[in-house]
């Protein structure tokens, strides 16, 4: 496996899998898991207005009140699932390039980097390679990590130096076509968020 499909892997999982659970440990500190619920049935009424206007999918709206009358949880939410609850639950401090597009670097605070690690994972999703040049990847890795260490704490911080560190060569050709079909969720989730601004 070549460096830049080595590279796009490791941002892939660094983005979905370390930078969503980081992206989860602020999310529960804004909507505690104690008050989750009565936050998401105060909001029920919103809720129900981006899903009648098509800006929220039933998937997602299933997500939040489990049609099965089970319990939902943060435990379930991907980050454009954080990122409209952040605008639309709470009143939130926006990025200047708002919640969809890459923030400056210069803004730390949460609200911005929840929107980093979802801009990353929706450019991600538009990878029609699977291949990230080296230069990208530098930049890249170093904006999501910082982000991932100010939403989630130094316990990220092993995380992200054992997947720098660790040779991609043991994926498989399965696992690469698990990770297209993951892109095209996510191609197909992009496509909603953006509906969502």
């Avoid at 899903?51 to 929220?56: A, D, H, Q, T, V």
């Avoid at 379930?76 to 409209?84: E, G, K």
């Avoid at 530098?138 to 260490?149: F, G, N, P, Q, V």
């Amino acid at each position: 496996m070549n460096e830049e499909k080595q590279n796009f892997l490791r941002l892939f999982c660094l983005v979905n899998d370390i930078g969503t659970n980081a992206a989860r440990v602020k999310f529960d500190v804004i909507f505690p898991p104690n008050s989750l619920i009565t936050t998401l049935n105060n909001g029920k009424s919103h809720i129900n207005m981006l899903y009648f206007n098509k800006k929220l999918a039933q998937s997602q709206r299933d997500i939040l009140y489990p049609p099965s009358g089970g319990i939902t949880s943060s435990k379930l939410y991907y980050i454009t699932l954080m990122v409209c609850l952040l605008r639309h639950l709470y009143n939130y401090r926006k990025p200047i390039n708002g919640l969809d597009q890459l923030p400056p670097h210069t803004e730390t605070f949460p609200e911005a980097d929840f929107a980093r690690i979802k801009f990353y994972r929706n450019k991600l999703a538009h990878v029609s390679s699977n291949e990230i040049d080296n230069t990208y990847y530098t930049t890249s890795w170093k904006d999501i990590t910082e982000a991932i260490y100010r939403l989630g704490g130094q316990a990220f911080m092993s995380l992200c130096e054992d997947l720098a560190g660790s040779e991609m060569t043991k994926i498989t050709e399965g696992d690469v076509k698990r990770l297209r079909e993951e892109n095209q969720s996510l191609e197909r989730e992009y496509k909603i968020s953006i509906a969502m601004t």
